[in-house]
């Protein structure tokens, strides 16, 4: 985080809140990267926790720049394509117009950031395209980090799975659904992008009535693959 100081010393402490996102915690104390000004004095950072709140810097910083590192450990439930935003809350120094409140023009805000995880990522999403009520469609996994998943469709919408499913990579994968009572038994289709490739948009995966095979070559670290089933309560196949 890098902090800039205008105009004249600081009179009074800057103060440092930030809250992290869900599955980010501290690896470390936040510590201060020297730049051009001087009497700057980081002190009661925490060392541990999702939250380094409480960090302050003494007065009598002149104008210049600094920055503040913040160390951070990333769980892989934080992992994926969307990323996260962290904003710092800075107030204090002497600055009427910096304050506690949030969204001021001191707050340092970073931009949302892919995190890359080893393993590759599957969702299923299930598009309903005809069918009235409440439908819930089961899938039978091979080759993931689980077993089985199932999604919940009220009429004629779009709705997503489990989004904990992991590979391995270079090891293919299948997708079995089992539609509800009444339903055809298979698909109107089935296929799976890849939103983390440089082809976010290319369909992949081959479907064989109800199973849809993802090839070992697509499960690569950091993809993120979502697999479509379209199902139709009017649609059959023979």
């Known amino acids: 985080m890098a902090i800039t100081v205008s105009n004249t010393a600081t009179t009074a402490p800057i103060t440092l809140a930030d809250t992290l996102p869900a599955g980010i915690t501290l690896a470390g104390p936040p510590t201060l990267i020297a730049g051009t000004s001087t009497g700057v004095v980081l002190s009661a950072c925490a060392a541990a926790g999702s ?5 302050s810097i003494g007065t009598g910083v002149t104008p210049g ?3 503040v590192k913040i160390p951070v450990n990333v769980a892989a439930l934080a992992a994926g394509v969307t990323g996260g935003t962290n904003t710092v809350n ?3 120094g ?3 117009a910096c304050t506690n409140a949030s969204a001021e023009a001191c707050d340092a805000t970073t931009p949302a950031t892919r995190v890359i995880s080893d393993v590759p990522w599957v969702r299923i999403i299930k598009q309903v395209i005809s069918g009235a009520g409440s439908n819930q469609f089961s899938f039978a996994l ?3 980090s689980q077993f089985s998943d199932s999604v919940t469709v ?3 919408t779009t709705a997503t799975g489990s989004l904990t499913i992991t590979g391995a990579v270079g090891v293919g994968a299948s997708i079995t659904e089992s539609s509800p009572a009444g339903w055809p038994a298979n698909p109107v289709s089935a296929s799976c992008v890849d939103a983390a490739s440089a082809t976010p948009t290319a369909a992949f995966g081959t479907l064989t009535g109800n199973v849809l095979t993802i090839p070992a070559s697509r499960m690569v670290a950091g993809a993120d693959i979502q697999c479509t089933f379209v199902n139709s309560a009017g649609f059959a196949v023979n």
């Open 142 to 144: 091979s080759g993931l």
């Open 94 to 96: 002497g600055d009427p």
């Open 65 to 67: 720049n600094f920055s």
């Open 90 to 92: 800075l107030g204090g």
């Open 51 to 55: 939250s380094a709140t409480g960090c």
């Open 154 to 156: 009220a009429g004629a």
